[in-house]
């Protein structure tokens, strides 16, 4: 049996203990339940703030994309030229601008599927440059033909000037893209016939001229010359 001083001193301890002087094992896992949620829930806050984050940038990405279509389809809706962006290394084409088939006569997913086609379009003799542009490897000039191509809606045959550029990837390094640009040449070229025909003309007007004086010269010479002999006599 404890003696009765040694009860006293116990009890007095466990007084001393609950009074806050030493945390019983009931108080330290409250506590560390307490610290877990605490940190859990800063973790959730960390995720949800992150979250948000990515959520928001990729919105900027999205608005910003968006824009750049804009700005690409209102240029693509104004201008008579059509834009393939191509990669020779993998034989993709990466981009093909939404007027083709105002100009080309060919809708751009067709003609991003199918980028042949626009060899297959050309005139017999003009076949062989857009071929060659359409399977390049290596190229650090720009190279322009003129080409002939049905319009496979109208059936006119229209000229075109096909354009192939580098794209710089560095600033000193060519990549695999290329850039093919083509334009439409038939109100250039319908004025250049109309401009020769206007040249043609004025030359065998001025030919004309110069025949008309010749000859009248010839003609009024001859009878003064026999004024002029009778005179002397």
């Not at 007084?15 to 002087?21: D, H, I």
């Not at 209102?74 to 993998?90: K, Q």
């Not at 084409?93 to 003609?111: C, F, H, M, T």
């Not at 695999?176 to 040249?199: C, F, G, H, N, P």
Request: glycine share 4%; charged share 25%; net charge positive.
């Amino acid at each position: 049996c404890a003696q009765p001083g040694n009860v006293r001193k116990n009890r007095k301890r466990m007084k001393n203990r609950r009074g806050g002087r030493l945390c019983p094992p009931a108080e330290k896992s409250a506590f560390f339940v307490y610290f877990s949620i605490v940190v859990s829930v800063s973790l959730l806050l960390l995720i949800v703030g992150l979250a948000l984050l990515l959520q928001r940038r990729a919105a900027r990405n999205f608005r910003e994309r968006q824009f750049h279509d804009n700005i690409l389809r209102i240029i693509a809706e104004n201008v008579e030229n059509v834009f393939i962006l191509f990669n020779s290394r993998s034989g993709m084409v990466e981009y093909v601008s939404n007027n083709a088939k105002r100009i080309l006569g060919i809708d751009y997913r067709d003609l991003r599927q199918t980028p042949q086609q626009l060899s297959d379009l050309c005139v017999s003799e003009d076949a062989n440059p857009v071929s060659e542009m359409l399977g390049v490897h290596s190229l650090k000039e720009p190279v322009t033909h003129e080409v002939r191509l049905k319009n496979p809606i109208s059936g006119k045959v229209c000229w075109m000037l096909a354009s192939l550029y580098p794209v710089r990837e560095k600033a000193d390094d060519f990549g695999d893209r290329y850039i093919l640009v083509i334009s439409d040449l038939t109100e250039i070229r319908k004025t250049q016939e109309v401009l020769k025909d206007a040249l043609v003309n004025a030359q065998n007007a001025n030919n004309a001229k110069s025949t008309f004086l010749s000859r009248m010269s010839h003609e009024i010479r001859t009878p003064l010359n026999a004024i002029v002999g009778f005179s002397g006599i």
